[in-house]
Every structure is written in structure tokens, then in C-alpha cells.
């Protein structure tokens, strides 16, 4: 059965693929914090101790700045 108003075709779409970015997105930051935590474990012990997480979210970004300048050069 066919729907009969196209807008509501295009709001699913547009919804899920705004899930698949959010999912992108949550992939990439859980994977960093992985790494990080495997590689600077005590940034990461500090960061949770002290509750500033200002220096948490710089080695983060680095890590995944790193990351993508890597995959660029490979590619």
C-alpha cells in the first residue's frame, strides 16, 4: 500500500539517516575514549577524579584529529 503524502517519506528518511549520523558520531567518540584510556590512563584517572574534564576532552579531540589525519594520508 502505497502512502499517499510524500512528505512523510522524506521525514523518515531524513530521520533515519540523522540516526545513522548520531550513531556515526557515538561510534567515533566511544572509540576514542577507548583508545585513551588504553593509551593515557592517567589523564583519564585525572579527569575523573578531579571532575575537570577540560584536558579528557583536548587528548580526545587530539586522538580523533590524529586519527582522521592518518586515514586521510592513507587514503
Known amino acids: 500500500m502505497s502512502d499517499p503524502d ?3 517519506n522524506r ?5 533515519v539517516s ?3 549520523v548520531v550513531g556515526l558520531v557515538a561510534v567515533i567518540v ?3 575514549t577507548i ?3 588504553l593509551t593515557d590512563p592517567v589523564t583519564v584517572a585525572e579527569a575523573v577524579d578531579s571532575g575537570e574534564y577540560a584536558p579528557l576532552v583536548e587528548e580526545l579531540a587530539d586522538v580523533i ?4 589525519v592518518g586515514l586521510i594520508r592513507y587514503l
Open 11 to 15: 521525514f523518515r528518511r531524513a530521520s
Open 6 to 8: 510524500p512528505r512523510s
Open 35 to 37: 583508545w585513551l584510556v
Open 65 to 68: 584529529y590524529n586519527a582522521l
Open 30 to 32: 566511544a572509540s576514542a
Open 18 to 20: 540523522l540516526a545513522g
